[in-house]
């Protein structure tokens, strides 16, 4: 690469849960720059599972789900002579954890409750159980690896 690579930025812990992964959730789920507006609604929804749950906290729920719908592999188009092949390839770390928060907030945000923070938490709830549409699009994404299995020699 002609270019250095880029530092990584250091993300401080959330206030309330001390822990860096909660800062990176509440970063996606921000929209125009309000962060605490998405402090409230993360905050929110953790408080409405431990309603919900009595058994396990809101925070080790939110946990599970995002360890549910965290993908193993993925698919990528490769050109190959005149075909173009969709050929499985294993997702790294930093990305495994990436694409299941953005699945997890871009399905609850499609969901039919009435505020956000709601939508979040059945999201959540769904996914730890192992059900939702962003445990599907988990599943699907895993399927679509599994089919195309016989293109992995052509893996770039």
Request: hydrophobic fraction near 40%; glycine fraction near 6%.
């Amino acid at each position: 690469m002609r270019r250095r690579k880029a530092k990584k930025i250091a993300i401080l812990p959330d206030p309330k849960f001390n822990e860096i992964i909660v800062t990176k959730f509440v970063n996606n789920l921000m929209f125009s720059g309000k962060k605490n507006l998405a402090f409230k609604i993360f905050y929110e929804a953790m408080e409405i599972i431990d309603a919900k749950l009595e058994d396990t906290t809101g925070l080790d729920t939110w946990k599970k789900a995002l360890e549910n719908i965290t993908p193993s592999v993925e698919v990528r188009s490769r050109r190959v002579g005149g075909a173009t092949f969709q050929i499985p390839t294993p997702v790294r770390e930093g990305r495994k954890q990436s694409l299941g928060m953005k699945w997890l907030i871009g399905y609850a945000r499609k969901r039919n409750e009435k505020t956000m923070a709601q939508k979040l938490a059945m999201e959540i709830i769904a996914a730890s159980k192992e059900e939702g549409a962003a445990f599907k699009k988990k599943e699907d994404t895993l399927r679509m690896a599994e089919a195309n299995k016989a293109f992995s020699h052509f893996r770039f």
